[in-house]
């Protein structure tokens, strides 16, 4: 479990990084960057958390 | 008065007691926990002004690259070769080692600097925090030359946000670190996302062969804003080295580098200087050229990457304005012994809150974060002094710990006489604390060489 909450909060974060690189080339319009990049960063915050919990949870 | 002092002394060495001894060796720890901590402790609320007043300064594009790089190179040496070998040698904080050097007497007022010096930083980042939410209500950023809060509004909105930071660091200072270690890649991000996005509206092709000419041309053209002063390549070489002046060359850093097992782990500082105080203000430059030069750094994010920048720009802040609201109620707890760490808290962020309400703070950060540094400074030079040079020259080490004095009055002189020498020295205020030091250095060994002398104790 904790390793899938890593990998997902990590891509999420890579999503963050994706979307403006996606706006840059042209690919997505500018209010679906933004947009992405939200959702991307509310991704992170969640699954980070929850990541960094977890391994306090399980820790003695 | 003498009673007196010696209360708050006291009081001052219950509240670091807890790191009176020097660190044990099973205590350590590995070079990967000191990278991770560097790299997440230089992405802050301030980094959004800093890079973007490097453009507003008329840097060019080469001077910045060059000028960034050596001086991010020199302040990682500073840590490597100044900060952690002391630290590694005495396994103590620079609170402990300065008592036994200048008496507790002036280990007090050093407290009571630092702490009036981390509230204006505090204040800073919550004007910075507080472009951000001023945007949401209409309320314009304080022009560039402005020192009094310039609208009702904009104090409205510095005291809510300066009460809800206090009110959280109060609350739970540990749950918001670690949030912090959370938000900081994060906020990394949203930098690199923010300027990336800026770069078409600056004319950038998406094969990049044009960032160059863009680059030197509208982003670091050379050409210093309406009434900014021209900064070159030695403007910024210096504020890069001395922008953490007071943690390395300063010794405050001690504090860390005593849990190292190497002074080598003084390199991994690389990991939060060339992201934080490379590619971060590089971003924020690139930011501000894309929306016409303004100084808003809420404006800034928000145009570049919409709501999360306006999150960054909020988050940087708080978690930034919050461990130093902690070491600035700390530093504070000695002057008022009696009080819980929520009323000293609460003094603080009440303080903070009143100078974050004066833009000056924000709009003059380059210079405050010069005067921060330089004010701290002949401590670290007079510790190193103590630490490497008095053992070559065989003068006695330690005077204050072994009489017993409460104040050493070499260490006040020698600290007041160098603010007052930088102060009349006729170059630009990034570069007084270079030759400060040797003020310092060379002024400290006189004075206790002599001292030693008089008393027959070399």
């Known amino acids: ?53 977890y391994g306090r949870k399980k820790s003695p | ?96 080692y300065l008592r036994k050097i200048a ?50 509004g904009w104090v409205a909105i510095v005291f809510v946000l300066g009460a809800a930071f206090t009110a959280m660091a109060i609350l739970g200072f540990e749950k918001l670190s670690r949030f912090a270690e959370i938000c900081s890649p994060w906020i990394f991000i949203v930098f690199v996302a923010g300027a990336l996005a800026m770069l078409p509206k600056l004319g950038v092709g998406r094969d990049l062969a044009n960032f160059w000419q863009v680059a030197t041309t509208k982003i670091w053209n050379g050409v210093a804003a309406g009434g900014q002063e021209k900064f070159g390549f030695w403007h910024i070489l210096f504020f890069a080295w001395f922008c953490n002046l007071a943690m390395h060359v300063g010794l405050s850093d001690m504090a ?12 991994y500082t690389a990991f939060g200087m060339y992201p934080g105080h490379m590619l971060a203000w590089i971003c924020s430059g690139i930011m501000v050229a894309a929306v016409g030069r303004q100084m808003d750094p809420g404006l800034m994010a928000f145009e570049a990457a919409g709501a999360a920048g306006i999150g960054a720009v909020l988050l940087a802040g708080w978690t930034t304005a919050n461990p130093t609201l902690y070491r600035a109620g700390l530093a504070l707890q000695t002057v008022t012994p009696n009080w819980p760490r929520w009323k000293i808290t609460l003094l603080a962020g009440g303080a903070t809150t009143v100078l974050a309400c004066f833009p000056v ?39 204050a710990e072994a009489r017993g004095w409460t104040f050493n009055w070499a260490v006040l002189a020698v600290w007041l006489g160098t603010l007052a020498a930088c102060f009349l020295l006729p170059i630009h205020l990034f570069f007084k604390w270079l030759p400060g030091w040797f003020i310092a250095a060379g002024s400290y060994t006189l004075l206790m060489g002599l001292e030693g002398r008089r008393r027959g104790t070399k």
């Not at chain 1, 991307?40 to 990541?51: E, M, P």
């Not at chain 2, 002394?9 to 060796?25: C, G, K, N, Q």
């Not at chain 2, 630092?114 to 910075?128: D, T």
């Not at chain 2, 860390?256 to 390199?267: E, N």
């Open chain 1, 1 to 53: 479990m904790k390793i899938l909450l890593a990998v997902s909060s990590l891509l999420s974060l890579l999503l963050c990084l994706a979307a403006p690189l996606l706006f840059f080339l042209g690919i997505l319009p500018e209010a679906s960057y933004k947009l992405a990049l939200l959702l991307a960063s509310l991704g992170w915050f969640f699954l980070a958390t929850s990541w960094a919990s």
């Open chain 2, 1 to 96: 008065m003498a009673s007196g002092l010696a209360k708050f002394t006291s009081a001052m060495d219950r509240l670091y007691e807890f790191d009176r001894e020097p660190v044990s060796l099973d205590k350590l720890q590995s070079g990967g926990k000191f990278a991770g901590l560097f790299a997440g402790e230089h992405v802050a609320a301030t980094e959004f002004v800093i890079g973007a007043f490097f453009v507003l300064h008329g840097v060019s594009a080469r001077e910045l690259l060059l000028g960034l790089f050596l001086g991010n190179l020199l302040a990682v040496l500073s840590w490597a070769f100044i900060c952690a070998p002391i630290a590694l040698r005495t396994r103590l904080t620079l609170y402990w």
């Open chain 2, 103 to 152: 008496g507790p007497g002036v280990t007090f007022i050093y407290n009571i600097a630092n702490a009036f010096l981390y509230c204006v930083l505090a204040g800073a980042m919550i004007s910075v925090s507080a472009t951000a939410v001023g945007l949401l209500f209409g309320i314009k950023v304080p022009a560039l030359d402005a020192v009094l809060p310039t609208s009702a």
């Open chain 2, 256 to 267: 860390i580098f005593r849990y190292a097992r190497k002074w080598t782990y003084g390199f």
């Open chain 2, 361 to 399: 703070f924000f709009l003059k950060l380059l210079d405050y974060v010069a005067i921060y540094g330089l004010v701290l400074m002949p401590i670290g030079a007079i510790v190193f002094t103590e630490h490497w040079i008095f053992p070559l020259l065989k003068i006695e080490r330690y005077r």
